[in-house]
């Protein structure tokens, strides 16, 4: 078993920084990928960003590319999200998961094994 546990959210003004992080614990951990997806209430859960564990490749969701970037620490078994230039429209709850096979669809919910609990971000104008 995998237990995910984000941090770092929060309530901040349009244009500001936050920075969530995922810290992982249970088995040995070595996931394929890690992401991060963002929900509204009502709404299915959006990719946000992804990172390959293995080579630190990354992937972005086309309403955060160029403001939010996703980086990992092997030695702390975390991954963390900068999230710059952030705008109301960026407010969710932020959710890490975590794929622990070859990834059919790192952009897709469904691709991914485990899930933390989510922080809630809220950006006002």
């Known amino acids: 078993q995998v237990q995910l546990a984000e941090s770092g959210g929060g309530l901040v003004q349009a244009g500001d920084s936050l920075r969530l992080s995922c810290a992982a614990s249970?088995?040995?951990?070595?996931?394929?990928?890690m992401g991060w997806f963002r929900q509204i209430s009502g709404k299915e859960r959006e990719f946000v960003a992804a990172?390959?564990?293995?080579?630190?490749?990354?992937y972005s969701g086309a309403s955060v590319k160029g403001r939010f970037t996703i980086s990992k620490d092997d030695a702390k078994s975390t991954v963390t999200l900068q999230m710059n230039t952030l705008k109301p429209e960026d407010t969710a709850v932020y959710y890490c998961?975590?794929?622990?096979?070859?990834?059919?669809?790192?952009?897709?919910?469904?691709?991914?094994?485990?899930w933390g609990q989510g922080t809630q971000v809220t950006v006002s104008s």
């Open positions: 249970g088995r040995t951990f070595s996931p394929y990928v």
């Open positions: 998961a975590a794929d622990m096979d070859i990834s059919r669809n790192v952009r897709s919910a469904g691709s991914y094994d485990y």
């Open positions: 990172i390959v564990w293995r080579n630190g490749y990354t």
